[in-house]
């Protein structure tokens, strides 16, 4: 038994940066990935820092945006969703993997609750409770699948 555990912790580790992680294949970075265009790799919370100087980075949404979430205890890699809809300039609905462990959510809304309106805190819906979770979490903002530079 101990052998299994030492071979789970790295698995555990990776769970939201695209290895496989703790509750199988669905992972929500290379959901991002494949469902954005956005071509950045490793864990969620890298990928804003990564976007600089490749990818438009933005406090606003627009649909097929890519919301990163910060690294948090909670959420120690971080976390991508790709936004479906803009419901308004404090509302989203976005597709994303793995929120719920193992599963895709597809237009989960996802609303901002910065004092500024600038998505540096959110609230997600969780459908166990089927309402907005009580969790705040930290957000970058926006990463948009245009490439800095490009005429797309």
Known sequence: ??????????????????????????????????????????????WWRQADGQYARSDTPHQGDVLVFRSTGRLPSGHVSVVRVVKG???VLVDHANWEP????RSAPVEDVSTENNWTRVRVWWSPIHGMGKTVYPAYGFIEPVLVGSNS
């Open 102 to 105: 193992g599963r895709v959510t």
């Open 89 to 91: 300039p404090r509302l």
């Open 1 to 46: 038994m101990k052998q299994r555990s030492v071979l789970f912790l790295p698995l555990l580790l990776a769970a939201c940066a695209g290895h496989g992680g703790w509750n199988g294949s669905v992972q929500c970075a290379p959901y991002a990935r494949e469902h954005s265009g956005i071509q950045l790799r490793g864990a969620a919370a890298s």
